[in-house]
Structure formats: structure tokens, C-alpha cells
């Protein structure tokens, strides 16, 4: 084993550069050259159809069998011109990876390419294969994919790809895009509504989302010969270089050549998939990089997530590197987050959370403001169960990731202005030219863009024009924290809306009417607004003295998605029904088991079949040494101090993985899918996990170089 460490650092050591081809020296030449975008649909189209299709898209109304005709025949054209010869219902099943099945254009009993409106639409994936929460069973195999037309169509290799959502035979989502584009439309009706109080010309909201993507890259013959990497995605075991992040040396960093090439070559495939990808930068952690994108509307930046995830994975392959995206893959390093930037924009071009030099403007602004903090306020415990993950648990609540106590952070400026519009309550409207109102807050006309600090260990942070979610894992579909967050948001302005109409029922003029509502919000929610140190102790006793929950694991965070209130507010929106949310609850149980349960498994290997017999051949040099040393009247004693130690540790890394292995035995034999992952918490990972790394990696410290199996975190994480 150790020989094949050595071999594949040698192997990394040496490899050079691969000089990404780009199309042309411009982007703009080839942006968008494997997406069958508006652009496209519009010179491949009829006006006609063309009309239809826009009207359908824009207003979520279904596309007619005619119309699905014409637009499957000119996609077909566009795709076999590129070299195109399969088609593919593209979509997202509660894996949380895509899917695909893909269909040869060529029909055999006709002779010819063929592609018809129908197999556009909809296609049949085995239902009961993917993770479906007992909403269907093996017998029951029958599932639908939808083709979802707000969502770009695209190229990937020889193949034709059509995002769709993916339901079961009696309708229930089993896919994060359904209900997604269902807390879309919630919100958007919900906002809309509360922005004509302000113009009437407002008709339409759409949710706006910036993901910056951080992830490690590993050469591949170091990660390859990590079977821990290899089968769990993270180390599970590993001391602590001399040398790690302390340094802050390598954030921003100069990127090492080979990373360089490799982050052209994968921004050159995403941006013919008309992926917007615009930021690329060394991160804190040695071998962390970041990639951002600019802002897309929200189901089609999920959707751009997640194939550009799957484009970094290929593109690294050929540059022999291996990208991660686990949560925590290093122990001890910053681990990897996927920040969700989000706001609101109106189809009047207005950013609902832009802050503006108007007076009247402003008001706009602070409904918006108010009431997300609110909702997040009102609803913390779902925006927790909705980030929650195996990985993320190891990775909230330090080394730059925000806690699992679920805040905001506004910076002092809008702290302040807050602060005074709760207190003032002579409020006075003046008429001029134009009505206007003032609050009594010389503040608010001047807030700017970036009026706020940055907070890193904030989960929810407003930045300048738009709330940053932070806490969001780097492995995630971000279907499921955007369904929670546009859903509860869409709540709150419903209910905002409602308490305004009822003042202005009883005969008060709107704007107070506004104003009283917010103010009373500001009351409300206060206690989630925190401007400190979300890793700070004296946060953790403040916050519960706040009442705010912190749930530090995934099962019991997930619970939030079936308490009484939660099921009410999903039922309300339509975005999931009752059993709809039971299911998902069931899936994401399963999945944290399965994913401890993988890692508790490893670490059994490792340790007996590589940790152990590596230590003892050690151990059995060290004695053959104490002996001849002894032999010769020589003093062995700081020899034999080391074998007692290394003897100490082999048996507690022995004792604890058998230990461990006869907890997991007990813990399978749990039928209940909340019990058994709370046990698979507590008692298996929460007991043995922490105590028997410890253990190996003193034993690392220990055991001769030359002979340590395992490739040393400063091999993987420098050598690159």
C-alpha cells in the first residue's frame, strides 16, 4: 500500500499543464453554441409558434400538442447539425444528482431521425428505482418526466438534453425541480400582489439566484489511491499538516498552472452551455477554488448548477484531477459552501432589495427587507432542515462556515435605520409635486449600495442588494433551500398584504398603513437579526435565550418538514402536500443512514486492514530494535516508550472500530427511519467516529513514513 502512495505521488509530481481550445478568442463567439435558447427558438420557429411558446413560458401555461410538434422538429434539426444523435429527458430525482435515459433520434423501422412532439413532453423513467420516500414501491415502477420549457434546452457530447420534473404515476413530485418551480410561482404571486401597492404597473416577479460554487481538486492518483475518498467522498482520516491554511497565503491567491487550464477548459464548455460563469479564484483552504456565475432566474441558475457541476466533473477527469464538493473532505480546512445569492426582480427591472436614493422607492425596499427577515424569522427551522445534509454537519459552524443557529446579518447602517423606524412613531406625510413620506429617518433616502459589512459566519447575510443564503452545503441541489426559502417569503408577503388591506379597510391611508405593519415586524423578529460572532459561545447562550433553535444534526432538523405549521404552509402555496412532504423526509433520513453508515464502514477497513497491519509491522521493527539495543548493554527506553504508545493506540483504534461495528449491528436492526438515524448520529458516528480518527492519526505521527499507507494530506492537498 505504501508503495502505491509513493507511485502516485511520483505520477502527480509529474504531470504537466493540458492547454485548453477555446472556439475562438472571444466568448461572446461561441456563448450559448449548445444551448437551444429564446434566440434560437425564435429564428428556428414560426411567428406564429414562436408567440405560443414565449406566452407559455412566460406565463406557465402548457404548450399544445401542435406547438410541442413544431418546436421537437426544430430542435431536432438544430441538434443533428451539431452532431447530435440521442435525446435525453434531463432531470433531477431526490439523489440529488441529475438523471438521464437517453433515446436514439434514429428509427430503425422507418429508416429515418424522428422526434416528435410527445417524446418532447414526456417521457417514462422506472419510478421505483429512484429514491421515492415509499411513495412508490418495487412493483410499482411507473414514473413521468415533464419537459420543463422555461429551462433551455442543451447539448452535451452527442446528445440532445431537455430539462423536465420528474412525478409519479399518481402525481407526487419525486424531483427538487416540481416543487421548485411551484414556490416560484407562490412567490411571484404573493409578490406581485404586495408590489402594487406601490406601481401598478408591476404584473410579474421573478426570483433571482447567483450560486458561488467552492470545491478541492485532487490529482487523480492521489485521490484514487484514498479509497475513503474514492467511496465516501472526504478523508476520514489524516493529521494535520504542518503547513495548512493559517497562513492565508492561498486565498486570492496566484493559480497553480494546472488549475489554471483546467478552470479555462471547463469555463469554455459551460460557456457553450450558456452557463454565465464569470468569477474564478483561489479560496481559503490549500487546493480550494471557487467558481460564480452571474445572476439567472432561479430555476434556470438550479438547473445551470448543477450541469455545470457535472461539467467540472468531466473536464477534471481529463486533466487528471478529481473535483469534491463534499461539505468537509479535509478535517481541521475551511470546508465547501455553496453561497446562494437571491433576490427579487419585478418585469419592470426593479430590484426589490436595491436600495435607492427616493424616499417612496425606499418604502418598496423596506417591504422587502422587513418581511424576509420576518419569514426567516417566523420559519428558521425550515430554512435549517433545507440545508441540512451528512456532509454539512461536519462542515457548519466553523473555519468561515456559519453556525446551524439560523440568523441574519443587516450590517449596522440598516441596523440602525430599523432601530429608528421601530421606534418613530410620528410618522407624517407631506404633499407637494409628488407624495411623499417621511418616516422621521433622514437615513433612509441615503442608503447606497454596500451599505453593509460582510459577515462570514452569518447563514443569512444581506450584501448590498441581495440576501446571500451562506449556509448552504457545496454538494446541494439548490432546489431545496430555494422551494423553502421563496416558499416562506411568499408566506409573509401574503400575510404582509393581508394586514395592510385590513388597516386600509378600517380607513387608514396606505402608506401608514405600510408603515405600521413593518414596524410591527421589526418588533417581531428582531431577536433573529445578530451582527457578532456566529462561532462565539456567548452567541450560542444569547440564542437561546432568543428562543432561536440550534440543531446541530441533520435527523432532528429534519423534523421541521412535518410539524403542523410547516405542512400547513407547503399545503397553502401547493408547492408540497402532506404526503409529498412525508416522502422527502423519508428519502433525506435514509440517505443521512446510508451515507454514515458508508463512512462508519470505511473507517472499519482502513483501520483493520490497512491502519493495523501497517502499525504493527512497525511496531515489530521498533522491537526489534529495543531487543538488539538491549543486547548490546544499550539504553532502549526511549524506544520502548514509543512502542508502549504505539501499542496504546493500535488497541484503542482496534477496540473502538469492533465497538463500532456492533453498535452499527444493533442500530440496522431499528425499522424506524428517524430512530435509526438519530442512533446512526449519536451512537455511531457522535461516539466512535471523532475517537478512532484520533487514534490514526497519532498513529500517522508515529509509524515511519516510508511505510504509512494512506497519501498525507500534504501530498494531496500540495501536490497539484
Known amino acids: 500500500m505504501a508503495y502505491l502512495r509513493f507511485k502516485a505521488v511520483e505520477e502527480a509530481a509529474k504531470r504537466q499543464p493540458l492547454v485548453p481550445e477555446a472556439p475562438s478568442n472571444k466568448v461572446s463567439d461561441y456563448y450559448k453554441s449548445a444551448s437551444f435558447d429564446m434566440d434560437k427558438m425564435k429564428q428556428s420557429l414560426s411567428p406564429d409558434v414562436f408567440k405560443k411558446v414565449k406566452y407559455s413560458i412566460e406565463n406557465g401555461k402548457k404548450i399544445d400538442e401542435d406547438t410541442a410538434d413544431a418546436v ?32 436514439s433520434f434514429f428509427d430503425a423501422i422507418s429508416g429515418i431521425e424522428k422526434f416528435k412532439g410527445s417524446a418532447l413532453i414526456q417521457q417514462e423513467p422506472d419510478a421505483s428505482s429512484f429514491p421515492s420516500g415509499g411513495i412508490r414501491q418495487t412493483f410499482e415502477a411507473r414514473g413521468y418526466t415533464a419537459w420543463d420549457p422555461s429551462s433551455p434546452m442543451f447539448l452535451w457530447g452527442t446528445t440532445l438534453c431537455i430539462p423536465t420534473i420528474f412525478v409519479s404515476y399518481t402525481s407526487e413530485a419525486l424531483d427538487y425541480k416540481a416543487p421548485l418551480l411551484k414556490a416560484l410561482e407562490a412567490v411571484d404571486k404573493a409578490a406581485t400582489s404586495v408590489c402594487k401597492l406601490f406601481d401598478r404597473n408591476i404584473s410579474k416577479v421573478t426570483g433571482s439566484l447567483g450560486c458561488e460554487q467552492e470545491y478541492f481538486l485532487i490529482d487523480k492518483a492521489l485521490h484514487n489511491s484514498r479509497p475513503d475518498l474514492v467511496m465516501a467522498g472526504r478523508t476520514v482520516f489524516g493529521h494535520n499538516p504542518a503547513r495548512g491554511q493559517q497562513l492565508d497565503d492561498h486565498y486570492f491567491g496566484s493559480i ?208 448590498g442588494n441581495k440576501f446571500e443564503f451562506r449556509a448552504v452545503g457545496g454538494s446541494a441541489n439548490v432546489g431545496q433551500p430555494m422551494t423553502a426559502l421563496n416558499t416562506i417569503v411568499a408566506e409573509q408577503l401574503s400575510l404582509f398584504k393581508e394586514e395592510v388591506d385590513g388597516l386600509m379597510k378600517d380607513g387608514k391611508e396606505k402608506r401608514l398603513a405600510i408603515v405600521e405593519v413593518l414596524r410591527k415586524y421589526i418588533k417581531e423578529s428582531k431577536d433573529v437579526r445578530f451582527e457578532g460572532d456566529g462561532y462565539s459561545e456567548e452567541w450560542v447562550k444569547e440564542a437561546e435565550k432568543r428562543k432561536l433553535p440550534n440543531v446541530k444534526d441533520t435527523p432532528r432538523a429534519l423534523d421541521a418538514y412535518l410539524v403542523k405549521k410547516s405542512k400547513e404552509l407547503f399545503n397553502k402555496h401547493s408547492v408540497m402536500n402532506d404526503k409529498e412532504l412525508e416522502a422527502r423526509n ?135
Not at 430542435?75 to 433531477?92: D, E, L, N, R
Not at 407624495?435 to 460582510?454: A, F, Q, S, V
Open 586 to 720: 423519508e428519502v433525506l433520513l435514509e440517505n443521512y443512514i446510508m451515507k454514515v453508515q458508508i463512512e462508519s464502514r470505511v473507517m472499519g477497513d482502513l483501520s483493520l486492514n490497512h491502519i493495523i497491519p501497517t502499525a504493527i509491522a512497525y511496531q515489530n521493527k521498533l522491537i526489534n530494535n529495543a531487543t538488539g539495543l538491549a543486547s548490546l548493554g544499550l539504553d532502549n527506553t526511549a524506544v520502548l516508550k514509543v512502542i508502549e504508545k504505539i501499542t496504546e493506540h493500535i488497541d484503542a483504534v482496534k477496540s473502538g472500530v469492533l465497538d463500532m461495528i456492533d453498535e452499527r449491528r444493533r442500530v440496522n436492526k431499528i425499522e424506524d427511519s428517524r430512530e435509526k438515524a438519530i442512533e446512526y448520529c449519536d451512537n455511531v458516528k457522535g461516539k466512535y467516529f471523532e475517537q478512532i480518527r484520533y487514534h490514526v492519526d497519532k498513529l500517522e505521527l508515529f509509524v515511519d513514513d516510508e511505510d504509512w499507507p494512506l497519501v498525507k494530506y500534504r501530498e494531496m492537498l500540495f501536490i497539484r
Open 256 to 463: 497553480p498552472p494546472r488549475v489554471y487550464s483546467y478552470m479555462r477548459d471547463f469555463e469554455i464548455e459551460c460557456h457553450k452551455l450558456g452557463i454565465p460563469v464569470t468569477t474564478r479564484h483561489n479560496e481559503v483552504a490549500p487546493s480550494q477554488f471557487e467558481v460564480a456565475p452571474l445572476f439567472e432566474e432561479i430555476n434556470v441558475g438550479t438547473d445551470h448548477n448543477l450541469l455545470m457541476m457535472d461539467v467540472m466533473r468531466k473536464v477534471a477527469d481529463k486533466h487528471n484531477f478529481v473535483v469534491l464538493f463534499h461539505e468537509k473532505p479535509f478535517a481541521a480546512l475551511n470546508g465547501t459552501g455553496k453561497h446562494n445569492n437571491w433576490s427579487l426582480i419585478t418585469d419592470t427591472g426593479v430590484n426589490l432589495f436595491q436600495p435607492s436614493s427616493s424616499a417612496r422607492e425606499n418604502l418598496l425596499f423596506l417591504t422587502f427587507f422587513v418581511v424576509t427577515i420576518k419569514a426567516v424569522h417566523a420559519y428558521s427551522d425550515i430554512l435549517r432542515a433545507s440545508i441540512a445534509s451528512a456532509g454539512n454537519d461536519f462542515r457548519l459552524g466553523a473555519n468561515e462556515a456559519p453556525p446551524a443557529i439560523i440568523s441574519v446579518f443587516i450590517g449596522s447602517q440598516l441596523t440602525e435605520v430599523l432601530n429608528e423606524l421601530e421606534s418613530n412613531g410620528n410618522i407624517k406625510i407631506e404633499k407637494g409635486d409628488n407624495m411623499y413620506m417621511k418616516l422621521g429617518i433622514d437615513k433612509i433616502p441615503e442608503i447606497i449600495l454596500d451599505n453593509t459589512d460582510r459577515n462570514r459566519t452569518s447563514p443569512f447575510a444581506f450584501t
Open 72 to 103: 421537437a422538429a426544430a430542435v431536432k434539426t438544430w441538434a443533428i447539425s451539431h452532431g447530435v444523435t440521442t435525446y435525453t429527458h434531463w432531470f433531477q430525482p431526490l439523489t440529488g444528482s441529475t438523471a438521464e435515459k437517453h433515446d
